[in-house]
């Protein structure tokens, strides 16, 4: 029975976090920093110092970017590091996801975030850790991996109803 009550819980998460999300990637992407330089002729840009990636709510922030936009527009790979970088994004009535990780990779035609390096998602009061973590924004889905190390395994954490923080 609980299971059920926890598979249900995260299936409502994600059909409202879709739509919010679907919303948020219609909008245009901005991107702020201290410092930064790039060849136009490649298509490729870095940022430096105080990154900040937005799109709607979704934030992505970071010590440096470079955006890779050799596929075209509205296929740019953005590639955040630091230590570590942060993305959120806010969805309907108040529900809010967080990661972080050494680097971020976000593909924008692809809608995957993907969590290299002490990898970190939290959603709904549930966490996910892991070496790797690969998250489709508008579908909601998640997999995550350990690096192969026996003493490393992927860690993930329900918390109870009623004691989420978000």
């Known amino acids: ?35 930064q330089f790039g060849s136009l002729k ?42 570590p970088a942060h993305y959120s994004q806010e969805f309907e009535q108040g529900k809010k996801i967080i990661a972080k990780a050494k680097e971020i990779k976000y593909d924008v035609g692809a809608a995957l975030l993907i969590l290299i390096g002490e990898a970190e998602l939290s959603q709904a009061g549930s966490m996910v850790q892991g070496s790797v973590i690969r998250y489709n924004l508008v579908k909601q889905e998640l997999a995550a991996e350990a690096d192969g190390k026996k003493s490393e395994r992927v860690t993930t954490v329900f918390t109870p109803e009623g004691k989420q923080d978000q």
């Not at 819980?9 to 919010?20: G, I, P, V």
């Not at 870095?46 to 470079?66: C, H, M, P, R, Y």
């Not at 955006?67 to 740019?76: L, S």
């Open 1 to 35: 029975m609980k299971i059920t009550k926890v598979l249900a819980l995260l299936l409502c998460t994600a059909a409202l976090a879709s739509q919010a999300a679907q919303d948020d990637y219609k909008k245009e992407i901005q991107v702020g920093s201290d410092r």
């Open 42 to 83: 490649d298509k490729v840009m870095t940022f430096v110092d105080n990154v900040k990636v937005q799109q709607g709510s979704l934030l992505i922030e970071a010590d440096k970017l470079e955006v890779i936009a050799t596929e075209g527009k509205g296929k740019e790979v953005f590639i955040a590091s630091g230590n």
